[in-house]
């Protein structure tokens, strides 16, 4: 028989399990709109900064500022004012965010070319969404405080909602890349973009309705061992700042290595920050009291070799292996910080303070690596620093170990010294100061007190700290110059080629990178300075062009888009005149600093050098009437793409003659790039060639991709008549679904399989 009591209660699980529903469907949405905000107002902006991978990182540090802001804004809410107080100031500003609506770009002046562009970028996004993120950044904090006050079942521990907020978070970085950027252009995004946010103030609205009405003063108190029983001291809050400071910074830091250091893959920046929702949706369930105490153990083990093997400067032959490697280590020191954090969280009463310590060590982690670290390190030192930083986190090495007998532990320290003494003087022989060897001895010595009472920690330790001391020397033995910017790492390295490389024996070799992708190379001796090598070879498409027109092309106009080292230059003869475009004031410097490259002071008489991004450039410039543009411009090992969209198109075919050539160099390893090219061949009618040039020998002429597009077809006869059929036409068929403009580009579109 069902009694009365029986149908209460039904109808209050009812109740319960809706409240959940409804609580967790108002984060999962507020969390799905921030993270899809992200990427999309990112890449709006990255055609005015020459798609700058640090954009990405900049954009970063916003938006945990505004996140920092909008849990210190929740928590002084939910502090200091009353619930009907709490409603009533969230509510005015909810109606206010719809000003922002439908989202855009503000209006603005364009980026500086002779600072960084760092504060222009934040100013735009301020201006722009400021109060709409602000609002995303608030519900998780204000939904969970709200939903401890409504007296559910559930209220003692709200912190499980977070599981339906990372979810929303993973869950729309992944599908942004797969499903919005291939199918919607910007502003279609944008549109539904306004409309969800639309929504998510209603959900929102109503939360605050179900607070109003069902909101308990007090809450039932803890009996979980995994929270703190009192108030949290000082000491607890900075391990909370530390514990998200670490992953934060290092979630940047990998990123930036893995584009740039071993594969410059477009997108790359997906797989660091799904992992990090991961580890947070893990570390907040309930998987995670059994799952940590693991991860605690396997960090040291997994972590430490790998940061002796990484000071070793080796990499795997396979990069997928190599790029495996890394994000498994990112993967732990994550898991075990986050796993910390979800293990120390506090009661309710504290967990806007908690989120508010959280949003604290996230956004200085961002401010670390964006605004301290390219002022302090000329290369990306914070990598392994906060992978270090990570492992000291890590308390478990620190237990009480049975005592070892004196004897024994004399003879282990001897063995120890002799061992590793060995080591430091090997490494360190040749280095004149002893006092960097002595430091290293009271490193290593007061290494083996922290740890003798557990071996294996103690050798452990004690490999990975000499193993930092002796890489260093070893990476730059060749670095002529390192420089870091807002647009990346920048070095010039000095090779001496070897005795069989095609007749360049004892040869000396200048060359350029971005990471580890070359950006261009000059030969020094005297007698070869202007010969052109790496993608530039005469061998090579683009060599193959300026030997077709060089009795035509003797008083050329030619625009270059990207410098470079200038490498270009060595085919220019006395009365051409050439303009390059190049957006890194580090790039200009190195071009034409006659140390480090001379094409432009030993190779050319007449040109010009113009600061910034090549669009907004030629866009302000009156017709330059080129007879020959080169479209050469890279940010690590792929063009960006506002530079290869139909509206880039019409602007570069303004600048040239009648008779002009457009050529493209759009070799890369990860996209295929000329069906994007042949479409707009087709669409605009112009005639394309392209040739895949691959050398039989590597050496220092390489592999390169170009094509060449131009309004008159005869005016290839020459090109055509000299190379013997290397170009080809470019197919008129592409598989392309949507042109790419300004506001539609896909890259998984052009994903080489």
Known sequence: MVTTMDIAHS????????????????????????????????????????????VWNTCMVFYQTLLFIGYLYAHYLTRHLNPKQQICVHGALLLLSLLFIPIGIAQTEAPPTDSTPVFWLLSVLFGSIGLPFFILSTTSPLIQKWFSNLGHTQ????????????SGSLLALLSYPLIFESQLGLSEQQHLWSIGFVLLLVLVLLCMAVYKQSRHDAAPAYSTTSHLLSKPSLIQQLHWLMLALVPS????????????????????????????????????SRY??????????????????????????????????????????FFICIMFCHGELARRRPQPEYLTQYYLIMSLGGML???????????????????????IAAL?????????????????????????????????????????????????????????????????SLFLYSSLLVSCTTSFRQQNEQTLMKTRNFYGVLSVTQITLPDHDNGLENEVLHAMYSGTTQHGAQLVNK?????????????????????????????????????????LGSYATPNQHWYFYELNPAVI??????????????????????????????????????????????????????????EALELYLAHLTENGILAFHISNHYLDLEPVLADHAHQLGLYGLIQKHRPQRKSQIFASDWVLLSQNRAIFTPLLTQTQHQWRQLATDTALNQSWTDDFTSLISVWKH
């Open 365 to 387: 982690g961002g401010v670390f690596n964006n605004f301290v670290v390219p002022f302090v390190f000329d290369d990306l030192y914070e990598y392994p620093l906060m992978i």
């Open 589 to 646: 410097r190195m071009a034409t600093t006659p140390a480090y490259f001379s094409y432009l002071h030993d190779c050319m008489s007449q040109y010009e050098i113009y600061p910034g991004d090549a669009r907004l450039t030629l866009d302000k410039q009156p017709n330059q009437h080129f007879d020959l543009l080169v479209i050469d411009a890279f940010t690590s090992d792929a063009i960006p793409t506002h530079l290869l969209t139909r």
């Open 155 to 166: 209220s003692r521990d709200p912190y499980f909602l977070s599981i339906a907020s990372n």
């Open 288 to 329: 995670n009291d059994s799952l940590h105490p693991w991860i605690s153990r396997l960090q040291p083990w997994i972590v430490a070799p790998f940061l002796i093997y990484y000071f070793s400067d080796q990499k795997l032959a396979d990069y997928s292996l190599e790029l495996a490697l890394h994000l498994l280590v």
């Open 392 to 456: 000291m986190l890590n308390t478990v090495t620190k237990k009480h170990y049975a005592p070892i007998p004196k004897n024994i532990r004399l003879v282990s320290l001897l063995i120890y010294l002799a061992f590793f003494g060995a080591i430091v003087y090997q490494y360190h022989q040749d280095i004149a100061n002893n006092t960097l060897i002595a430091l290293i001895v009271i490193a290593v010595v007061s290494n083996y007190f922290m740890f003798h009472k557990n071996m294996l």
């Open 249 to 284: 910074s290092l979630l940047i830091g990998t990123t930036h290595y893995l584009s740039t250091d071993i594969a410059s893959v477009p997108l790359l920046w997906i797989i660091p920050l799904a992992l990090y929702l991961l580890s947070f949706i893990l570390v907040f």
């Open 527 to 567: 007698d070869t300075q202007c010969t052109p090598v790496s993608y530039y070879s005469a061998q090579g498409p683009i060599g193959q062009v300026f030997q077709a027109y060089q009795g035509s092309s003797t008083d050329w106009n030619i625009g270059i888009v990207g410098l470079g080292s200038g490498a």
């Open 11 to 54: 109808s209050e699980s009812r109740r319960n399990f809706a409240s959940v529903v409804f609580y967790a469907l108002t984060l999962f949405m507020s969390a799905s709109l921030m993270f899809i905000l992200q990427p999309m107002f990112g890449k709006r902006l990255l055609p005015a900064l020459g798609g700058a991978a640090s």
